[in-house]
């Protein structure tokens, strides 16, 4: 295992690298990557394994900047969306790469009660003209400095970030305690573990919020892709994009993906629930063997790289997002544009408006107790 502070091997490393890359042996590079308002130093991570995968991770948002992963003739090529520089970050992205949190997807009117007591939280979102609190508010998880550790576990190379959410940030209850650890396994696997603590009761739910484009950020639409859902319900929403409380069947709409179809043979049917998310853009309740543990939920197939994304995860949904709402605006690492549905997100969370909605899975994190789950990214080709 090597840890690397080389800034000029980093140079060589650090952008827009595709195509085929040797055998490595496990190591993380460590290169600035710009500095906070306040000056302090943020960095990128780049851990890459034996076979040359890469992923690329910032202390500022916790963010996948790059991942590199090998098509079906061994090229590699970052299927993830994101910018070269921080500051493009934090001028305009929708979550591009970043844990979200505190809670993570959508809180109704941006206000929920707990323990008789109401917590007004920041409104920063209004799809349908209706407001409500959306992935932690206006400086989420995904705009904070993390401090970060790299390190090896179990010989895979990991970056072990921690950030502390303060009592009161954006209307929460409680200091909140996060670790996040990223881990890039041998088997190109990213996984994704997170951790909290409370002093305070409060509302967690933290998620992974990478836009994925198999054939390669910036080639083009997600349409072709082909996916599998495990999934046979999801909770349909409301003009505001906050579920109605019903956990409804797939069987016979567009949202069933139980077997793999392209997501766009159906995305722009005449169905009211793809109107409200301009496409996809739903949770979807995940069927699962037995209660906790690993379960599959998603398999992503991209027919020109032959590139398979699955997600594994323990948590009970996933948000399944196909990029709606990107519209050109976003340029990105390659220079090119993100342009409606370039990208699609596999957010592995709890139920969207969970604390005022006692009937979905609880997200209420209690003094005493520890916030634990896991999903996991897994890349191969065929
Ligand atoms: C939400 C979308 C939102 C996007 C980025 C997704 O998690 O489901 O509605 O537009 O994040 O902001």
Redesign the pocket.
């Known amino acids: 295992m090597k840890i690397f502070h080389s800034y000029p091997v980093a140079a060589l490393l650090g952008l827009g690298l595709a195509g085929i890359l040797p055998a490595a042996t496990p190591s993380i590079n460590i290169t600035p990557f710009g500095s906070m308002a306040d000056g302090r130093a943020v960095n990128l991570y780049s851990l890459v394994n034996a076979s040359g995968a890469r992923a690329d991770i910032t202390n500022y948002g916790a963010i996948i900047v790059r991942l590199f992963v090998p098509d079906r003739a061994g090229r590699f090529d970052d299927v993830v969306l994101g910018y070269n520089s921080l500051a493009d970050y934090q001028r305009a992205s929708?979550?591009f790469g970043a844990v979200?949190g505190r809670y993570?997807?959508?809180i109704a009117e941006g206000r929920f009660t707990l323990d008789g007591r109401t917590y007004p939280l920041v409104t920063n979102?209004a799809?349908g003209g209706i407001p409500c609190h959306?992935?932690g508010g206006t400086v989420g998880f995904d705009k904070v400095l993390w401090t970060a550790e790299p390190s090896l576990v179990d010989a895979a190379p990991a970056l072990t970030l921690r950030y502390r959410s303060r009592d009161g940030e954006e209307g929460y209850p409680g200091n909140l305690d996060v670790t996040i650890r990223y881990q890039l396994g041998e088997d190109n696997s990213l996984s994704v573990e997170y951790r909290a603590t409370t002093d305070q009761s409060t509302p967690v739910n933290l998620t992974q919020?990478s836009y994925f484009n198999l054939g390669g950020e910036g080639r083009g639409d997600i349409l072709d892709h082909v996916l599998t859902l495990n999934a046979s319900r999801f909770t349909p929403v409301n003009a505001g994009?906050i579920p109605t409380g019903e956990l409804a069947p797939v069987a016979g709409t567009p949202f069933d993906f139980r077997q793999p179809r392209a997501i766009g043979e159906r995305v722009d049917e005449p169905d009211e629930q793809l109107k409200f998310?301009g496409g996809y853009?739903h949770n979807f309740v995940l069927d699962r063997p037995e209660a906790g543990g690993l379960a599959h939920a998603a398999t992503v197939f991209e027919p020109k790289s032959g590139r398979v994304l699955e997600v594994w995860t323990e948590e009970p949904g996933v948000?399944f997002?196909c990029g709606?709402?990107l519209n050109g605006s976003h340029v990105g690492k390659s220079g090119r544009a993100y342009a409606r549905r370039y990208g699609l997100?596999l957010?592995t969370q709890h139920f969207p408006n969970s604390p005022n909605q006692p009937s979905f899975p609880d997200t209420i994190l209690r003094p005493g107790r520890e916030y634990r789950t896991r999903t996991i990214f897994k890349f191969s080709a065929r």
Do not use: A, S
């Open positions: 929708p979550y979200v993570g997807n959508r979102n799809p959306l992935h919020h994009l998310g853009d948000q997002y709606n709402f997100c957010e």
